[in-house]
Nanobody, 126 residues
Framework: QVQVTESGGGRVQAGDSLRISCTAS????????MGWFRQPPTRGREFVAH????????NYADSVKGRFTISRDNAGNTVHLQMNNLNSEDTAVYYC???????????????????WGKGTLVTVFS
């Protein structure tokens, strides 16, 4: 069984930066593609960012491109989401996504995610 744990959420002022992290554990010798989705207070869950197993390929939603950066540690399955120039539209619960069997190119679809974290709340106030 794969366990997914997020950390680093919080309350920040508009224009500030915040980094959230996620670790997937419970499977030795496997490197997963991983990513982030978020669910704002009044909308459904939406794709934010994805990084492949090697860290060589990153993908972003248009709404965060240029402001958010996803990265991963070289060893193991830990990813980080550096969020800069935050605004109120970024307020959401952020969920870590772990992909084990996802078809190539399907990373932005919720049904491509095999394991989810419980979420971490990011609140941006003006």
């Amino acid at each position: 069984q794969v366990q997914v744990t997020e950390s680093g959420g919080g309350r920040v002022q508009a224009g500030d930066s915040l980094r959230i992290s996620c670790t997937a554990s419970g499977r030795t010798g496997v490197k997963f593609a991983m990513g982030w989705f978020r669910q704002p207070p009044t909308r459904g869950r939406e794709f934010v960012a994805h990084i492949n197993w090697s860290g060589e390929n990153e993908n972003y939603a248009d709404s965060v491109k240029g402001r958010f950066t996803i990265s991963r540690d070289n060893a193991g399955n830990t990813v980080h989401l550096q969020m800069n120039n935050l605004n109120s539209e970024d307020t959401a619960v952020y969920y870590c996504a772990v992909y084990e069997f996802a078809p190539s190119g399907s990373y932005s679809q919720q049904n491509a995610v095999d394991y989810w974290g419980k979420g971490t709340l990011v609140t941006v106030f003006s």
